[in-house]
């Protein structure tokens, strides 16, 4: 041992040594600092897209609850006349509120759908009424007329609908175009049921088993016209969210997915950061951040959320932190690039070695 300390080399290992030993065991706390880069975007998002198909589909993201909360789609029969109406006062660079009615979407096919619903319904009520009174009059020849008025359409109908259950059959058309040819033979079918009501209620006297068929029909018949409205309905597109009107300018060249407008809530942002998975360990809710931008100034913020999907970006394997920002700033951009420095638990070393150990045989363990 003598002869080992002699030596100055040696001598200054064991020192060495010693100061690492005692700095590694001591209970002696360093500040630790993250520092990456990542981007600013508006907390909360509402995009109205347009497929290949010219189905217009509407997004709403939040990003401080989890990112896309809600997707509704207005998908339209082949063939069908489509119109897109923007509201006169929505503009780029616009303010929206709330409830605003920001487009409206219209299909030919069930606008005619819904009035002919509202005719066989206008139909079915008169009839009622003449049954209900007992005025049997001299109407044979018309209640005939109607029998066989109602079988020509039923009849030319349901060629339309074989034609259309085969192509069906081979996945050539939509189970929404489908429907609509199968509601509309239905509904002449009733038609016909009706006129031959109410021709035998002109022969022989209206029976409680017309007049019952006859409230059956009204009622499937409102039924049918509330899934229809509700249909129209969707295609007013209303802004869940407060917000500036934004120039899309998005196109997804692989789903052939275009954005026909944006609207983004710019009074509060959040900021991605790709963080280096080594450093999970070491990330928590709530930790405050500075988050610097050039020509701006340094905010203050908070991590909102961890992703704890590992993904490879530039080669290292990262997480996705969100970050809240306690104040909006108007002068800020979205997708603007800054730096962000994520003030951690002190810690020892003696942690940060036993923290890195254990995330280095956790992230082989899940790669197995």
Partial sequence: MAQLTKNPLNRYFILLLIIVVLITLLPIKFPITIKSYGKLYPAKEWHITKDRNENIATKYFDRLQGGLRNYSINSFERGDIVSYNLEPKVNIGSKVCVGDTIARISSKILIQLQSEMLGAIEIAIANLNVFQTQENQSLVDEAQYQVEYS?????????????????????????????????????????????EAQLNTVLNGAKPETIQLLKSTIKSHEDQLVILSQRINQGILISPINGIVSDPG????????????????????????????????????GQEVHIRIPEIGVWTGFVRSIDNNVRVIGGNARIIVTVEIEEGYSNASVGQVVEGKIHCKSTTILNQISRFVKNTINFRARRI
């Fill in 151 to 195: 079988q020509t359409q039923f009849e030319n109908q349901k060629i339309v609908f074989d034609r259309i259950s085969q192509l069906h059959i081979n996945d050539l058309i939509s189970d929404q175009e489908f429907d609509s040819v199968r509601t509309m033979l239905q509904l002449y079918e009733k038609n016909i049921q009706i006129a």
């Fill in 250 to 285: 998005a196109v997804d060249t692989v789903l052939s997915i275009s954005t026909i407008l944006s609207i983004q809530d710019t009074t509060k942002f959040v900021a991605l950061f790709p963080i280096l998975w080594k450093y999970a360990s070491l990330l928590n809710k």
